[in-house]
């Protein structure tokens, strides 16, 4: 039975875990409301505030009525059917005026809070959804076809956002509190998520959600999509072939990381590859990937590992490429050394709006290290690692593009040059909105040519770049 909280279910040997209503015999018989198959209710937003409202007041009334050990041992269908008994009768001793689409809605939002992430649960099982951000708990927006819009869903108040986001980080092993109110932490389906809470959210916790694709984004998807043209998403093949070491730069949301794991699906399977990220979100398909994740301080400010600490590990463990998730510190030098002793084929995102931008960010970033080096000896490291600079872009239709394949050909003076292969030129909007343009090849003959010959895909190479 569903018993006071502490009383333990009698169990049938063979049966799965099973809990029935009230240990009080004299309590009406409700209403038994079914659940419908769609997990996510939609209502207006006058409804939602009403069955919060109710949630708010059967919420702790029903934990103190069921044996949550047991409840966490059913099936989600299970425990939604036998918690519909329960609310039903909760909803009449409350004199709660719910109709039976009302108490339905009810019971899956009490449901999403018991076993997931609350008011979140709907829009993650939304294909079409890639994004959440969460501003507080009344205000929860998502990305749609490279759109922000505003939901429906709301929380109901800054307890349960905090609830939720400590769900999410117990998950990992990390903590999110008034000590540590800043933390990066991933989903069980890999989707990336950063939490932040007060002090340093001044109107409630924030929490932003970057959804793993469950679809698997390949350049020739990519080239069906508009993000490039079929030459480039050969050349691009071509080069991660060939094992050139490929920067992808671009600003947040503008599709990095999705670009990173179509580029990676060229890596042979005899290859052993090494990736290193702050949340770990990378789709590697290659038999032979071992993953390394970086680590926050533990209470007593202890244990950080940082991803310069994880880049030089990496090179200690027989890697033939390194592909770190994103570059954004000291770990900068660490890789363009490994990209210069022999890891050839290592990959790498940077945020920046310009090829030119990325190279002076990853020069930046040198000097972060901690070692000092004169400038021409770092850009002449840069020139002699980095062989190609695709950037990417969210543009403001929503498409994201692949804008420019920047090849960096060497160095004159102190000065690292650059040949720009394919760019995207804009050419105006349509009248749905879409912007047009076309994506044009430069016709100059890749440096990385003799490269491309030596892997037996030079004439394909130059066949595409025209």
């Known amino acids: 039975m569903f018993g006071r909280r502490g009383a333990t279910p009698e169990v049938p040997a063979a049966a799965r875990p099973h809990l029935t209503v009230l240990t009080n015999d004299n309590l009406p018989a409700g209403p038994e409301p079914s659940l419908r198959p769609d997990p996510a209710p939609e209502p207006q937003a006058a409804g939602e505030d009403k069955i919060q409202d109710a949630a708010r007041q059967v919420q702790p009334l029903l934990l103190q009525r069921i044996d949550s050990e047991a409840a966490s041992r059913l099936e989600r269908e299970d425990l939604g059917r036998q918690l519909a008994e329960v609310v039903a009768h909760l909803v009449a001793e409350l004199k709660l005026q719910l109709n039976g689409r009302e108490q339905t809605d009810l019971v899956t939002l009490l449901l999403n809070d018991m076993l997931g992430l609350g008011p979140l649960e709907p829009l993650l099982a939304d294909d079409a959804v890639t994004d959440i951000m969460v501003n507080g708990p009344r205000q929860i927006y998502v990305e749609r076809g490279g759109k922000l819009t505003l939901t429906d869903a709301r929380f109901r108040d800054n307890a349960h956002v905090m609830a939720v986001a400590g769900r999410i980080v117990s998950q990992i092993g990390r903590r999110v509190d008034e ?10 389906d890999g989707s990336r998520v950063n939490i932040i809470i007060p002090p340093l959210a001044i109107d409630g916790p924030s929490i932003s959600i970057r959804k793993f694709s469950k679809r698997r984004i390949d350049l020739d998807l990519m080239a069906r999509q508009g993000n490039v ?19 992808i730069s671009g600003g947040t949301g503008s599709g990095k990381t999705t670009l990173l794991n179509a580029l990676s699906q060229m890596i042979a399977a005899d290859e052993r590859v090494v990736t290193i990220e702050d949340a770990a979100e990378l789709q590697l398909q290659q038999p032979h990937v071992v993953r390394l994740e970086t680590r926050p301080a533990n209470l007593e400010g202890k244990g950080e590992i940082h991803m310069r600490d994880l880049v030089k590990n990496a090179l ?16 900068a030098l660490d890789m363009l050394q490994a990209m210069n002793t022999g890891h050839d084929g290592s990959l790498g995102t940077i945020h920046a709006n310009r090829p030119r931008e990325a190279l002076t960010r990853l020069e930046n970033m040198v000097g972060m290290s901690g070692v000092s080096l004169p400038a021409q000896a770092v850009r002449t490291q840069i020139a002699a690692a980095v062989q190609l600079i695709v950037q990417i872009s969210r543009m403001r239709d929503g498409q ?6 920047t090849e960096v050909v060497g160095m004159e003076g102190d000065v690292v040059t650059t040949q720009e292969l394919f760019s995207f030129k804009f050419e ?8 047009k343009g076309r994506f044009e090849s430069a ?8 490269r491309a010959e030596y892997f037996g895909l030079d004439r394909m190479l130059l066949e595409a770049v025209g």
């Open 179 to 188: 000590s540590s109110p800043l933390v990066d932490a991933r989903l069980a």
């Open 229 to 247: 043209s079929p030459e480039m998403a050969t050349v691009l093949k071509i080069a991660s072939r060939s094992r050139l070491n490929i920067l």
């Open 316 to 331: 200690r463990m027989r890697p033939d490429r390194i592909i770190l998730g994103e570059i954004r510190g000291g770990e």
């Open 400 to 405: 994201r593009r692949v804008t420019s394949i």
């Open 428 to 435: 105006g909007e349509g009248a749905d909105g879409k912007l």
């Open 443 to 450: 016709g100059l003959r890749p440096h990385f040519t003799p």
